[in-house]
């Protein structure tokens, strides 16, 4: 067909084109990647929810541990923010907590009120990209 106003072309892994009129995807997406991504949840120490963008994190006391799953595919984020402080409330993402975290990482911590760190996977380890009020060592 002819590209136009409407018309959206998606590329699969075999190379065909699919001429579509209602979604735009470009490259090679998998189901895991195409899913609805709602903001997740964690309240005190646990696992960081990686199936979604996003991790609103609620601190119930010092240092609560945080874990994080290998990623899903190279190139992923999740973004975890600290949006309720409970007393002295603190989250520490550290390697032996579980997450692999780039050489050179040990800790990261959330300690302030909407502190934040987007990590993003590389098929190995997690990098730190954005860091908003975290304390990385």
Sequence with gaps: ??????????????????????????????????????????????????????????STGAGNALTVADGLYAGQKVTVVHIVKGSSGTGVITQTTGAKLTAGITTITLSTLYASITLEWDGSVWNPAINAGCTIA
């Design 1 to 58: 067909g002819t590209a136009g106003a409407g018309r959206v072309y998606k590329l699969t892994n075999t190379g065909t084109v699919t001429v579509a009129t209602t979604a735009m995807t470009f490259g090679l997406i998998s189901t895991t990647q195409q899913k609805a991504q709602a903001a997740t949840t964690l309240s005190g120490a646990g696992a960081v929810p990686i199936t979604g963008p996003t991790c609103n994190f609620t």
